[in-house]
């Protein structure tokens, strides 16, 4: 494959080849890693840069419906939205996440937004460095927004959280005034609460829930990377287009002020960071999988399951083999 | 230090050698860390093995004094017990789990008892492998029992259960007729339920608890490794030391029961094999803090945090400086 050539598609906007290069990067053959190595690192020479915004929330809140509201509003502004799913479970659920393009009808039609579903891939470490690469790859494409969605497991969001700029967290509005089963971690994570449904029926609850975390959140110290009044909770309806507008001020209003600070950079140069020492990581333990490692574990292991080594005597001699 | 006379104390059933022999295995120093292996290589060649138990339970049900009259009632019938603790937190929390022997007096004085503190380390592998190292030093010192405790956290509690060969969840009564916030995942992992302080005023509430839970146990699919009727519940009074026969018993017959089928000894040799692995795995990743993988993370790290290269070519530049 040449690589430079598809490179250079990407920077140029070619739709195909941005598809064709997440593909690749999705891929787990080793002569596809080294090739995505290098696409990844000639796409990143454009220099671009998008807002990187993560969006979680459990089923039911209506995620494709914001994302299809939302995503439609942006590019109505004359931005260009690109759509990328973290779904580690989809090879179990039958890839329910954005599987299905018909929920995103309108966004799907727009030549200003690319929507890429999740992979099947169970493995966490993999589908990390694929949506990651897939953002990098998004943003030298020339993208003014990635929208990186995850469905509400605990580690799928702390993921997320580590690869965007800015973390949303969509809820629906709660029965009554008690909130949410939101971890608290997760809750921390946010920068922006958008409870949805403030439509037809559900606005009173809607607005009461959004209040009920207002109250929370004020509740929480102040992180360095917020200006006052940050973390907050808005209410939007995905469904009547309402609250939209709103919702982006306060993001574009955030942004600016983390860009004005510092902040921003910070945070990505030190993303940067956690991601180079994860993938060192996660290398390093793929090669246990790996012959000749694979079999010496294996017949290592056995003689540790039949009492003949302890399990750290045996472990010395593995990583004997491994040199210093 | 001549481990070899070392660990002939050790199983000679000396305890200051054996004390001894586990402020080895805590040491975190390498040339320590290769006497410790040779230690617990040479100890495992008297080929004893102890019941272990493992011990879980928030604060406030009553640990310390149910270990203090259970060990006692297991002294009193001639066995000989050693008492370890796991405390990930302890470091931070001021070693509050067996910091404090005086409220376990009886059984700290008893000559059949041996009790180890939780030293002070913060990092939960580290933990792991010192306790495991320190039951299987007290195994081959010819103690008949070693009780496991741990703190009510997950990662902890799973941690031991990976070590032992019972597993037992303390509980205090429940206010009402509801199941306290104990954690599925914790739940699954007991083989014995105690509901402890069925004694004075709370006894009602104990009953009722134990029945409660002795319901919900009954709704879970029986597991391959139980005998019909376990997992159970059951009430004791560490206080006024009721129920503790009666719990030895149903130890002492799941016990059986896991010899004669084979289970006993397969859930030996899988956890064996297991933390072979996790070994392997933690020594691994551990090359990455020292020299001269450290140094040259650090350089490459800065590098992919100017934006100067990508997360995975620097992550492939490193492993490359590790062979094949």
Not at 129 to 136: D, F, I, N, S
Not at 155 to 160: H, K, Y
Not at 298 to 323: N, S
Request: charged fraction near 30%; proline fraction near 4%; aromatic fraction near 4%.
């Amino acid at each position: 494959m040449d690589v430079s050539a598809l490179a250079q598609s990407v920077i140029a906007g070619d739709r195909r080849a941005l598809a064709r290069a997440i593909t690749l990067v999705e891929s787990a053959r080793e002569d596809h890693r080294a090739e995505a190595r290098v696409l990844v690192a000639e796409v990143a020479k454009s220099g671009r840069e998008a807002l990187r915004i993560g969006l979680s929330g459990t089923p039911g809140v209506g995620k494709s419906t914001f994302i299809e509201s939302f995503g439609c509003f942006l590019t109505g502004l004359g931005l260009r939205v690109a759509v990328l799913a973290v779904d580690p479970s989809s090879a179990r659920s039958g890839g329910s996440i954005l599987g299905d393009k018909t929920r995103m009808e309108r966004l799907s039609r727009d030549p200003r937004a690319f929507i890429r579903p999740s992979p099947s891939q169970t493995h966490l470490g993999g589908v990390a460095r694929r949506t990651r690469e897939a953002v990098a790859l998004c943003e030298g494409a020339g993208f003014d927004v990635v929208l990186i969605e995850t469905v509400g497991v605990g580690q799928s969001e702390t993921m997320v959280a580590e690869m965007c700029d800015l973390f949303l967290l969509l809820l629906a509005p709660a029965g009554g005034d008690e909130l949410q089963g939101v971890k608290r971690g997760i809750m921390e994570m946010a920068d922006i609460i958008l409870v949805n449904k403030a439509d037809g029926d559900l606005k009173p609850a809607a607005l009461r829930t959004q209040a009920d975390y207002a109250g929370a959140l004020r509740l929480l110290r102040r992180r360095p990377q917020d200006p006052e009044g940050f973390p907050k909770a808005l209410a939007v309806s995905a469904l009547e287009e309402n609250g939209l507008a709103q919702a982006w001020d306060e993001m574009e209003r955030l942004t600016a002020w983390r860009r004005e600070t510092g902040h921003w950079q910070r945070r990505r140069t030190e993303q940067a960071r956690h991601w180079f020492e994860e993938e060192v990581r996660h290398s390093l333990l793929a090669r246990l999988a790996r012959e000749p490692l694979r079999g010496l574990m294996e017949g290592l292991g056995a003689a540790v399951g039949r009492g003949e080594r302890t399990p750290d005597e045996a472990a010395a001699e593995l990583l004997a083999h491994l040199g210093r």
